[in-house]
């Protein structure tokens, strides 16, 4: 078993930034191959916005580039959003996790049962 643990979220208002982490624990090594941050918007189904696998390569979701970074420690099984020019558009409850690659990622899927989740609320 996986677990994940999100922090970093907050209020922040829009053209500010903020720093998401998410600790992986237990049996990372078995599925671990690439992580990713998903988002879940109010009234939206979750879509991935971010991901990275274990060379160091990453592919972000159009609505993010270029003002989203994502960035891993594999040592410590973290992963890190650091989301600059936030908008208002990028309220969401933000969520890490892992799948077998980050093509499989950017196509929505995990493998590990959801954490909690952090919440980013970015205000006009």
């Known amino acids: 078993q996986v677990q994940l643990v999100e922090s970093g979220g907050g209020l922040v208002q829009a053209g500010g930034s903020l720093r998401l982490s998410c600790v992986a624990s237990g049996r990372t090594s078995a599925v671990i191959h690439a992580m990713g941050w998903y988002r879940q918007a109010p009234g939206k189904q979750r879509e991935p916005v971010a991901a990275?696998?274990?060379?160091?390569?990453?592919v972000y979701s159009d609505s993010v580039k270029g003002r989203f970074a994502i960035s891993s420690d594999n040592a410590k099984n973290t992963v890190t959003l650091q989301m600059n020019v936030l908008k208002p558009e990028d309220t969401a409850v933000y969520y890490c996790n892992a799948d077998l690659s980050i093509a499989t990622i950017e196509g929505g899927s995990a493998l590990v049962d959801w954490g909690q989740g952090t919440r980013v609320t970015v205000s006009p």
């Open positions: 990275i696998d274990r060379d160091g390569n990453a």
